[in-house]
């Protein structure tokens, strides 16, 4: 059965690593190239024999067979499937080595040609597919062996970049992955969003902020801010917020993190930066943290024993804010109020300090946004309230 269907691969010049993936999953603790070496070896030992043992009646068709199999042999032929690849495997990658990226980690892959592909499925046609290895994965691998040979590490989870083998252009193309940068961030002044804002409203933004030194270290091309919830524009964060900062395209990976954070300007403080992963971005986009809040609350006339109502909103039905419903779902969502402490100070004025789960809009919790917002602030006092001032003071650690 092996005899056979390695005669039929060697019917047509073939490399030895086309021959050696056919069987892959033999002959173990070789490469491709060595086992295909070990194989055509094998074959032409079989044909000197065979053709001295039927010199006198070998039927002519077995004849021209064998003596296209010591012809396919021979190591200056095209190899019939792979057109010599393997050859330019080695010159690509010392040439991705060359543009001297600024990596340590990399993951190979191939883009393989129509023709390519044509080839190797015609060899599976003719010889079957019983202990083969497809073309891409030993390509990616010999590739491979080459780069690490220069110092590199293979890393298929969270590589530096990927290095892509283009066959049809005969080029090895570099991707660079971003930097991912874990961090907490404090907004200590009001009027600037958290993202930069699409329509160039606001002059700039805590994600700005914080990358601009980032982006200059790293000569990246780009940047995300991927945060734990979000303030509003008018809002302080004095909580720490827990961030990512991803830097597209780093041509420098190689930073003093705590040095660059050192030139982040005053209006944004962070702590506790280290490298990150897209697994962390996930978790904290998906993450839903208790919030404390203070606010400033402007009414018509107040006393003492009016804010002890307050304590009896627990739990209230929230529809998305007049505001923002021209960019988010138009949906009722029902809201936890943790717990809600109102400070006396004048008849006009009063403080709250309230805690809620993720997702309640504090304004329209003292407002009533018309109803969209029930119970609230304005229907338990029986008159109309305004948010003032508003600060995140504490963003809760998830249990």
Known sequence: MIAEKLCKILEKPVCDHCLGRQFAQLLHGYDNKERGRILRTVAAMFVDITEYENRMYMSNFHAFRFHNIKNAAVKNKKCDVCGGIFRETEKWSERAVRKKPDFRTFLVGTKLSSELIRKEEEMWERVGIDYCEPIKAEINREAGKIIE?????FDPKRPDVN?????????????????????????????IPQTKWPSGKYKTSVE??????FMKATSGSGHKLHGCGREDINARCLGWRPFVLEILQPKKRAIDIKKTAKKIPGKVRVRNLRLSN?????????????????????????????????SVIKELRQRTPTRVSHRRADL???????HIKASYINKKTFVIEVRTEAGLYIKELISGDNGRTNPSISSVLGQPCTCKELDVIRIHTKK
């Open 149 to 153: 040979k220069k110092g590199y590490a």
């Open 208 to 213: 700005q902020i914080i990358a601009k030194p």
């Open 332 to 338: 009722w969502r029902t809201r936890t109020v943790r």
């Open 163 to 191: 290095l892509i083998i283009d066959v049809s252009k005969r080029k090895i193309k570099i991707e660079v992955n971003p930097i991912f940068i874990y961090g907490e961030y404090q907004k200590l002044v009001r009027g």
């Open 278 to 310: 897209i697994e962390e971005v996930r978790r904290i986009k998906e993450e839903r943290r208790d919030k404390t809040y203070h606010a400033v609350v402007r009414c018509e006339h107040i006393t003492r024993k009016d804010l002890k109502k307050l």
